[in-house]
């Protein structure tokens, strides 16, 4: 999944016609300020945080200028801004539009029902979580022929639009239909789309793209502002790796019992902080090298959860140990394991000689380990 900052989603959108203010991104406030005073952005104008989270209009993370100065100023608030963990490095500033009305216009996949799905709101301008489903028209989108006239007349009329601005709705629709299917989106959302006098305008610009079509767009692989540096680090790797807010690091294998492995720390009032899938590999070399990527998040506790199959368990220790040699003794952290199934017996005897021991109860496990990360009192093994 690439998630696209907003500057980059209205970049799409400006090459498939989709209407959007003028606007520009800087870096710095001078070079805000400069776009300003080069009429390549006209006054007055709206200075916006580039950063992946939404509701930024209430977060303070979007702001208006009338002059040169307040534009510097602005931009400089809202560059050292942290917004929800993500530190701000661009801000998009575009010209002020004066709004009638705001919208919700967006196209995503069903995956239950496999086909593309156009929603639409009157409710537009907060988030869509928010609004009531009542307020929300679906309609499944037959893939092939795209887009029939008849959807986007009910769109239309879903959004309220007479006139030129509801004339004005069906290019629009469109060009984000286009934009979805060669773009290979997963997500396109326009939120608000604003009418602006007798035209509709895409304020904001929400796009992700689906991962599995990468190769077909290799200029997406260059963006990485949703990944953490060790994020960056496995994928080169191809590990299974994802850091979050909290401080337990989690070790298990399939998606499945990973997320699980998540929960149930939740449950048990832990913070999941880093998790690493091993998938299925036959190769301890693979397993100590990821061990070592999530040593370096720092983890206050680790829970390694493993159902030995195709993943045997006694691979998933003999890696472990030969990773936990590596790590200086400063940085090591406590660590509660628990294996189940093939070699099972080989695996936790490898660790015990390490000097940890497994549990096989899924609770005391997890409770042990939540334990850990909150007192420096280790509870359970060691490494
Ligand atoms: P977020 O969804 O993160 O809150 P938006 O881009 O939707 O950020 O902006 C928040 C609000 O700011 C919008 O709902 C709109 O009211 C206002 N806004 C954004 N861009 C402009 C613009 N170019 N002109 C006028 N108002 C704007
Ligand atoms: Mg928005």
């Not at 590596?326 to 294996?339: D, K, N, S, T, Y």
Request: proline fraction near 6%; charge should be negative; include cysteine.
């Amino acid at each position: 999944m690439v998630k696209l900052a907003e500057w980059r989603g209205k970049e799409i959108f400006r090459k498939y016609g989709v209407p959007l203010p003028p606007g520009r991104v800087a870096r710095s406030p001078a070079e805000a300020e400069q776009w300003v005073r080069d009429g390549r952005v006209p006054l007055p104008c709206v200075i916006k945080a580039q950063v992946l989270a939404g509701g930024r209009g209430k977060g303070g993370a979007v702001r208006f200028a009338n002059t040169p100065e307040e534009v510097r100023a602005a931009a400089q608030a809202i560059l050292a801004l942290e917004f929800k963990g993500e530190r701000v490095r661009e801000v998009l500033l575009e010209g002020k539009l004066a709004i009638g009305k705001e919208l919700y216009v967006a196209i995503t996949l069903d995956r239950s029902a496999r086909v593309p799905l156009l929603l639409t709101s009157s409710q537009g301008g907060v988030e869509i979580e928010t609004v009531e489903d009542s307020a929300i028209v679906r309609q499944p989108i037959h893939p092939f022929p795209g887009l029939a006239a008849y959807e986007k007349r009910r769109a239309s009329q879903s959004l309220g639009l007479t006139g030129a601005a509801g004339k004005a709705l069906s290019p629009l629709l469109d060009a984000l239909w286009t934009a979805f299917n060669a773009e290979d989106a997963e997500l396109i959302e326009i939120n608000p789309l604003a009418v602006v006098g007798e035209g509709l305008v895409a304020l904001d610009a929400k796009v992700i793209i689906e991962d599995d079509a990468g190769f077909r767009h290799p200029g997406y692989s260059e963006i990485r502002d949703d990944r953490t540096p060790l994020e960056e680090i496995a994928r080169e790797k191809e590990i299974a790796f994802v850091q979050l807010d909290g401080d337990i690091g989690v070790i298990a294998n399939g998606a499945g019992l990973t997320m699980a492995t998540l929960d149930v720390l939740t449950e048990f009032g832990g913070h999941p902080g880093v998790f690493l899938d091993l998938g299925g590999t036959d190769d301890p070399a693979k397993v100590s090298e990821a061990f070592l990527l999530m040593a370096q998040a720092r983890p206050r506790a680790v829970f390694l959860n493993i159902f030995g199959g195709v993943t045997r368990c006694d691979t998933v220790a003999t890696g472990l140990v030969q990773a936990m040699g590596q790590i200086p003794p400063a940085e090591r952290f406590p660590l509660v394991a628990r294996i189940r199934g093939n070699n099972e017996v080989e695996g936790i005897e490898i660790l015990r000689r390490a000097g940890i021991t497994a549990l096989s109860s899924l609770k005391e496990s997890a409770q042990s380990v939540v334990a850990a990360a909150q007192g420096p009192a280790a509870a359970g093994g060691h490494a």
